[in-house]
Structure formats: C-alpha cells, structure tokens
C-alpha cells in the first residue's frame, strides 16, 4: 500500500518548493517515502523532466558528498556537482518535523543547533533498576573510527541493553521512542554506558563520515537524534561538553540530554561535538540511544493529540469531590437508574469476547450538569494553569460486567482537561484507569465512590483494558477546551 498524504507532508513540499528547491529533488523524495507517482504530481502540480529511475535521494548521499557541500557552501557544491555529470539532485530543503516536540522539555538556546533537556524522564527507581543491569553485562566500550591513535579516546564500558531481552528495558525503548515521536524501526538499539574515575570520552560527534558511514550506515542511513539519559548524580566531574555551542551539563539523575546530529538540511552538523568529561570522584551510569534517517514505514507517529501543549507536569491528579456535590449525584443516579439506556459507542466500549454494547446511560437533568461544570471548573483551572470553557458533562456511563472500555485519546479541541467521577460500583476486583504519563509511563488509577481524577484527556492515552469483574460501575466524565480556543 502507497503511503498516504497528509498535512506535514504537503506542508513540505509547498515550504521546499517555495524556498526553491530542485522539484526533481523533491519528487525522488518522495517516490523513496513510498508515495505513488500520480499522488505526488498531483499535490505537486508537476511531472518529473528526467528519469526519476537515474535518480539518488540527495539526503541519502554519504557523509563525504555532505561535508563536501558543507566546505564549499551549496552554489559551489551544485557547480561542482553538475560539472562532474553526477546523477545526484542537490537538494536544500527540510524534511518533515525536523525539529520535535516534547512536553516539559526545556529547549537550549543555540542557533547551532537542536538540543532539548528533559528532568525526571526516568525516576530514581528506574535509574537504579536500569544501572543493575548495566553492570552485569559490561564490555569495553569501541569507536567507529577503527584508526584513532589515542587508546585512552574512550575508556568506559558498554552493556548493550537493547539484545538482553529484559522486558523493562523494552519498556524503557518504547517511552524513548513514543516521546521523540519517531518510529522505533528508525533507531539502534539502546546502550548503557558506565564511567569509573578518571574514565572519559574525548570529544567526537555521534554521526558517522568516511569509511565509517559506508560500514555502519549505507543501509539504516545517517545518525539524527541521539537520547541519551543520567542515571546517577556525580559525585564530581562527568559533565557532558558540548564545546562548541558553549554548553556543559552536569549529570542529573533521570534528566535525558536530546539533540539532533543533522542541520536542517540533512548534512551532518559538526556543532554537536562533545566530550563525556572525566569522572573525578564516584561514577557515571548512562543509556543512549540513536536514530536513523531510514526504516520501515512512516517516521513520526506521534497523533495530532500528542502535539498539544502540556498544561502540567504529570498529566493527571487524583482528588476527592466535594462531598454535598457528589451527595446530589448518588441521589440522582439512585432515583434515576431505571431510565438508563444502551449505549452503543462501536470498537470503543465493547465485551471482552464480542462487540456487543457493554455499557447503559442515564441521562444528567441540566441543572446538575451545570452545577458539575460550574464546580470543577475553578479545580482544573487553578490544576492546569489555563483559563477554561465547559463543553461537555456526558451522562452517567455505567459499564456491565466484562466491559472493556479501548484505549484512546479524547478529542483535541474540546477535550483538553477533563474529570472522570466515580459515582458508584460494585466490583469483584478493582476496575483501574489505566493512563500515560507525559513520559509515556503507565499508570493504574483506582477510583472510589466520591473520588475524581483531573486529566490531559486529549494528550493522554486512557482507557480500561482490563475486563470488568462485577456487576457494574458508573462514572461520569467532564470536559472543558482552552477559552478562546
């Protein structure tokens, strides 16, 4: 199957078309991505003049033709290029999403290139977790550049995490892929690295040149984003300097360092040298991980829900509901249980072994609607810092035994912060809300009677994947947009 145009892809083409970029260039491109011929000269309003089949993905050239480009300046390059009759198509533009979004990073301020911080991607727990298991596998770390003179370049050692088959290391790779938004099929897999004292690695780039790119990266193509995370506080030394942007960072438990090793065009940018600086007293105790410029299927994959702001730091709260509010809940749902109707919502809330309608609702009267809205809406304004407007109060949604509620996203306009209230149930086991975190690590929230949890609802997957064990259990759910928006 094709791959499918979509709004960041006709962005790219209409942002590299207007900067003047070769057309050809651009439809090799994209004939490279998986796009169909006749899709592209449609949303291009062109055909290719020469044989698209002579054709090389100019972002696909190696690191010698790049740095070459670089030295000359890209009017010199083209020249040269042409004058030597070679089939590549110099190509200027960007490609899509160059640069990345991450809820709570801190972007660095370099125009030298892309880097962001990230504190408290992992925590204590899982640092130490993660640091055990490095330990027990380590080897002497290696260079790509087989003719370094200098023995003491790189003196740490490397456990390469990502072929020990632990389940929690797995876990560990997918939240670093699910927060940079790429495919985990564009990536390496994850390393960690461990420094004693006086251990270091001098200062080197992550990209591959020479003969090294032909060797590691002619098929899974250049390095881009390296995440790379502390798992320790240093005692004394190790810091990360990165010299020529005139940034040094001292290791922080749980922080991860995120850069990009390409400049917006694709070449390799020499300003994200850095040198792992020797550990002076205790330890240093890192995981890196790197990706590629190729795999399989599509590149980004975050949905247009994970592109929203984050309004707090973790994503949801669990609270208590004012206790003469819920009182005048409980006597609604009570007086009113026998009006409740099938809900048929398909492939959303379904039975654990078929699609039948696993849930009922009864309908809020509009004064309690408006008394919920009113009443949670000053709570999640002061949670989430933003000014809010109501949209929705859904009824009370009671869920029949064996329910199973999938897991989503909520809508991206008006979803934006939302409540869910346990009004009642009677369960076996407890029935958890299953959500990601801002990190994408999940959580089991359980909910009594009267308690109520604030939450990102359109940022967040959610949902209870667990069928329930019971007779029942009814909640209501509350939602409010960005005023203004």
């Given at each position: 199957m094709?791959?499918?145009?979509?709004?960041?892809?006709?962005?790219w083409?209409?942002?590299?078309i207007?900067?003047?970029c070769d057309k050809?260039?651009?439809?090799?491109?994209l004939?490279?991505?998986g796009?169909?011929?006749?899709e592209?000269?449609?949303?291009?309003?062109?055909?290719?003049?020469?044989?698209?089949?002579?054709?090389?993905?100019?972002l696909?050239?190696?690191?010698?033709a790049?740095?070459?480009?670089?030295?000359?300046?890209?009017?010199g390059?083209l020249?040269n290029?042409?004058s030597?009759?070679?089939?590549?198509i110099?190509?200027?533009?960007?490609?899509?999403?160059?640069?990345i979004?991450i809820p709570?990073?801190?972007r660095?301020?370099?125009?030298?290139?892309?880097?962001y911080l990230l504190?408290?991607?992992?925590?204590?727990i899982e640092?130490?977790?993660?640091t055990?298991?490095?330990?027990?596998?380590?080897r002497?770390?290696?260079?790509?550049?087989?003719?370094?003179?200098?023995?003491?370049?790189r003196?740490s050692?490397t456990?390469?995490l990502?072929i020990?088959g632990?389940?929690?290391?797995?876990e560990?790779?997918?939240?670093?892929?699910?927060?940079?938004?790429i495919?985990?099929?564009?990536?390496?897999?994850?390393q960690?690295?461990y420094?004693?004292?006086?251990?270091e690695?001098?200062s080197?780039?992550?990209?591959?040149?020479g003969d090294?790119?032909?060797?590691?990266?002619?098929?899974?193509?250049?390095?881009?984003?390296?995440f790379?995370?502390?798992l320790?506080?240093v005692?004394?030394?190790?810091?990360?300097?990165f010299?020529?942007?005139?940034?040094?960072?001292?290791p922080q438990?749980g922080?991860?360092?995120?850069?990009?090793?390409l400049?917006p065009d694709?070449?390799i940018n020499?300003?994200?040298m850095?040198?792992?600086?020797?550990v002076?007293?205790?330890?240093?105790?890192?995981?890196t991980k790197?990706?590629?410029?190729?795999?399989?299927g599509?590149?980004?994959?975050?949905t247009?829900?994970e592109?929203?702001?984050?309004?707090?730091n973790n994503g949801?709260k669990?609270?208590?509901?004012?206790q003469?509010?819920?009182a005048?809940?409980?006597?609604f749902?009570?007086?009113n249980?026998?009006k409740a109707?099938?809900?048929?919502?398909?492939?959303?809330?379904?039975?654990?072994?078929?699609?039948?309608?696993?849930?009922?609702l009864?309908?809020?009267?509009t004064?309690?609607?408006t008394e919920?809205h009113?009443?949670?809406?000053?709570l999640?304004e002061?949670?989430?810092?933003?000014k809010?407007?109501?949209?929705?109060?859904?009824g009370?949604?009671?869920?029949g035994?064996d329910a199973i509620l999938?897991?989503?996203?909520?809508r991206?306009t008006?979803?934006?912060?939302?409540?869910?209230?346990?009004?009642?149930?009677n369960?076996?086991?407890d029935?958890p809300?299953?959500?990601?975190?801002?990190?994408?690590?999940?959580?089991?929230?359980?909910l009594s009677?009267?308690?109520?949890i604030?939450y990102?609802?359109?940022?967040l997957?959610h949902?209870r994947?667990q069928?329930?064990?019971?007779?029942?259990?009814a909640?209501?759910?509350?939602?409010?947009?960005v005023?203004?928006?």
């Amino acid at each position: 199957m094709s791959q499918q145009f979509n709004k960041e892809w006709i962005d790219w083409i209409n942002l590299n078309i207007a900067r003047g970029c070769d057309k050809n260039g651009i439809y090799k491109i994209l004939i490279d991505e998986g796009f169909d011929p006749t899709e592209i000269e449609k949303n291009m309003s062109y055909s290719p003049d020469i044989n698209i089949n002579t054709m090389v993905n100019p972002l696909a050239n190696n690191s010698q033709a790049k740095q070459k480009k670089q030295s000359e300046g890209f009017i010199g390059w083209l020249i040269n290029f042409f004058s030597g009759k070679k089939k590549e198509i110099p190509f200027a533009g960007v490609l899509p999403s160059t640069q990345i979004f991450i809820p709570n990073a801190e972007r660095v301020n370099s125009e030298l290139a892309e880097m962001y911080l990230l504190p408290n991607f992992l925590t204590r727990i899982e640092c130490e977790k993660i640091t055990e298991t490095i330990k027990s596998k380590l080897r002497p770390s290696t260079i790509a550049n087989k003719d370094e003179p200098d023995e003491k370049f790189r003196t740490s050692s490397t456990c390469d995490l990502g072929i020990i088959g632990d389940v929690f290391i797995e876990e560990i790779d997918q939240r670093i892929c699910k927060t940079l938004g790429i495919n985990a099929s564009y990536s390496e897999i994850m390393q960690g690295q461990y420094y004693t004292e006086n251990q270091e690695f001098k200062s080197h780039t992550d990209y591959f040149e020479g003969d090294a790119f032909e060797e590691y990266a002619s098929n899974e193509g250049q390095r881009t984003y390296t995440f790379m995370v502390y798992l320790n506080d240093v005692d004394e030394g190790g810091e990360t300097d990165f010299e020529k942007i005139g940034k040094k960072i001292q290791p922080q438990q749980g922080m991860a360092v995120i850069w990009n090793n390409l400049s917006p065009d694709g070449s390799i940018n020499p300003n994200t040298m850095h040198h792992a600086r020797p550990v002076v007293s205790g330890h240093k105790s890192i995981i890196t991980k790197w990706f590629r410029s190729r795999g399989k299927g599509q590149m980004h994959t975050k949905t247009e829900g994970e592109l929203l702001p984050n309004l707090t730091n973790n994503g949801f709260k669990k609270e208590v509901l004012d206790q003469s509010l819920f009182a005048k809940i409980q006597q609604f749902y009570n007086e009113n249980q026998d009006k409740a109707e099938t809900e048929i919502v398909e492939g959303f809330i379904h039975n654990s072994e078929d699609d039948e309608p696993a849930s009922t609702l009864v309908e809020l009267d509009t004064q309690l609607k408006t008394e919920i809205h009113s009443h949670l809406k000053p709570l999640l304004e002061q949670w989430s810092s933003t000014k809010l407007e109501p949209t929705y109060v859904y009824g009370i949604r009671v869920y029949g035994e064996d329910a199973i509620l999938k897991e989503h996203r909520d809508r991206e306009t008006t979803h934006i912060v939302s409540a869910i209230i346990n009004v009642d149930q009677n369960v076996d086991v407890d029935w958890p809300l299953v959500i990601e975190d801002h990190h994408y690590r999940q959580h089991n929230i359980n909910l009594s009677p009267g308690e109520v949890i604030f939450y990102e609802g359109a940022r967040l997957k959610h949902g209870r994947p667990q069928p329930l064990q019971g007779k029942e259990y009814a909640n209501i759910f509350c939602h409010f947009k960005v005023s203004g928006a």
